[in-house]
């Protein structure tokens, strides 16, 4: 058994077309989300590293918590830490 090392990181997308504005995702990923004045999400496009842990436990219940399926985990190469 060895040790899995988290390299990279992600970037919680969301497909604009599916969005209806429920706002679930900012309740599940408040590090990550924030709400425009119509309740659409605003996402970061900077990557978060894939060590921490914590934002990426949120972003994963926020994907699975999305009624519309609108939010998607991208991974990416390079992260500056």
């Not at 949120?58 to 918590?65: D, E, L």
Request: proline share 9%.
């Amino acid at each position: 058994m060895g040790v899995r090392r988290r390299i990279g990181g992600f970037v919680l997308k969301v497909n604009p077309i599916l969005c209806d504005g429920f706002g679930h995702c900012v309740e599940l990923a408040p590090d990550l989300v924030r709400l425009d004045e119509w309740g659409y999400p605003i996402i970061s496009p900077t990557p978060v590293p894939l060590s921490n842990l914590a934002a990426l436990e949120s972003a994963r219940y926020a994907v699975r918590g999305c009624p519309r399926q609108a939010l998607a985990i991208e991974r990416v190469a390079d992260v500056q830490s």
